[in-house]
């Protein structure tokens, strides 16, 4: 499988064109932040360390940004009220991104 895709949808929601790059995976130092302490951290900034919560998806990822590899941990968080979304810093721990979407599935 491709390391990097690249999908471009349309405006009527097909495909228009797929690019897959053979890359080779950079060279990364293993993350400092645990991915329970993310959650935790990222719960935190969200005021919902006491609020009850779905099972988190998580997802550490490399991305390149102002030509540096950076590692995030990618976080959603399901609640009663919302889903809580964001990316914490693996190295340093600093929420990255954060955001609260009203939880609209059960509509």
Not at 17 to 46: F, H, R, Y
């Amino acid at each position: 499988m491709p390391m990097r895709l690249d999908i471009q949808v349309d405006r009527s929601g097909r495909v228009s064109q797929l690019i897959m790059l053979n890359v080779k995976d950079p060279e990364l130092p293993s993350p400092q932040v645990e991915k329970g302490s993310a959650i935790s951290t990222l719960l935190t900034k969200a005021d919902s360390v006491h609020v009850k919560h779905g099972v988190p998806v998580v997802e550490l990822v490399a991305k390149k940004e102002r030509g540096e590899w950076r590692q995030q941990w990618f976080i959603t968080i399901p609640t009663a009220k919302d889903v809580i979304i964001g990316s914490v810093d693996a190295m340093s721990g600093a929420v990255i991104k954060f955001n609260r979407h009203a939880d609209s599935l059960d509509d």
